[in-house]
């Protein structure tokens, strides 16, 4: 028979994990259910630990840049073993979810380990782990919070051959002496670089004509002529036929009839949620989507909720922690905004770093919006300038033309996510141009390049559709 519970959740990822502890701490009877780690992808081999090794990898490249600018380094060596170990013992407590997993219960959730299913509207069993068997009943609802997963090509005998995900890639102890990395997006183009910053001999395989192809082309053509500096091995536009391994080594076949060699294989061709296996079918919603559609207040179906990348609206931690407060609303009955997306944030964390918000140039159009656009070069920009080493970078902005108001934008160079900020805030409270073209910019700052590219962006006004 089933156990009656206010609410069940499935899967206690970032999002997962603060709905349950929320609505634990308002009072309700909650099941957070979970087959992997309490705490999700973010904590143990994404978020946290990722941008450690980023970390690591530029405070070698700012020891680099020293020469010239301020006297001469010895020799820079670099050690990947303190990097592991502080993943280890830091981030992950060596991939040990007992804190998390204390956290849920002492808001009072309880916490049931093993994959949780739908059987009907409100009803959830769980399958292996510690709770297999259990039954679950939920008065209020079930709130689904599964995440993704590695989205792996069909590349003929990829499935055959140990590749890596970026789970592998982030807890490796060693690295590795040379690395194909299949896929030219943020997760692949992060590790690319840490990797080679640590001596690791780098060839990344695109199959879209420029990197990032999800940003704008002047972020991928400004990260490519970074990473290509850095002595990285760019091949875009470039097909994947066929992998093999042989002995200790991977071989990548190209559709030109190239073939690539490496010791190991990074596949980061971007993440999908997967909807088979959640019982969707049994409150009739089809298990076969790319993503659970879900309403403004985050409701799929009468007493079902879904939060994070299941949803389909951004594999991001702050795109789940947002949906988790808009769907904690509706559960509790409080009042609320509903999901708005027309600034959501996005930062790429190389070097140069990529920030962007809202819709690129492409995007705009695409909509059929009337489009202008203004740009800006970083090392034109004083603060730009005296920064010298590392100082590639851009700013572009996106305005809908007809309104007078920016719909996106992107911040390439050192903090550019920290500099998107002020733009996001913009783009969410559709601020008029004007008005941000007679702001007082600080000098001399990075944000201050944002002036610079409001002022081609009004110097395009007479331009035909901002040409």
Known sequence: MAEQVDVVVIGLGPGGEHVAGRLADAGLSVVGVEAELVGGECPYWGCVPSK???????????????????????????????VAARIRDEATDDWNDQVAADRLTGKGGRLVRGRGRLTGPRRVAV??????????????????????????????????????????AVSAKEAPRSLLVLGGGAIGLEVAQVYARFGTHI??????????????PEAGAL?????????????????????????DRFVLALEDGTELTGDQLLVATGRRADLAGLGLESVGLDPGGRALAVDGRMQAAPGLWGVGDVTGHGAFTHVAMYEAEVAIRAILGEPGPHADYRALPRVTFTDPEIGAVGLTEHQAREKGLRVRTGLSRVPSSARGWIHKAGNDGLVKLVEDADRGVLVGATTAGPMGGEVMYGLAVAVQAEVPVETLRHMIFAYPTFH???EDALADLHARESMPDGA
């Open 52 to 82: 450690m090794m980023i970390r690591a990898g530029n405070l070698l490249a700012e020891a680099r840049r020293v020469p010239g600018m301020a006297g001469s380094t010895g020799q820079v060596v670099p050690d990947w073993a303190p």
């Open 127 to 168: 399958e292996g782990g510690t709770g297999d068997g259990s039954r679950f009943e939920a008065r209020l609802g079930v709130v689904l919070a599964t995440g993704s997963r590695p989205q792996i090509p069909p590349v003929p005998g990829l499935a055959d051959v140990p590749y890596w995900t970026n789970r592998d």
């Open 203 to 216: 060839t990344i395989v695109e199959a879209m004509d420029r990197l990032v192809p999800g940003e704008e």
């Open 223 to 247: 990260l490519a002529e970074v990473l290509g500096r850095e002595g990285l091995v760019l091949r875009t536009g470039a097909r994947a036929a066929g992998v093999r391994h042989e002995g």
């Open 448 to 450: 201050r390049g944002i």
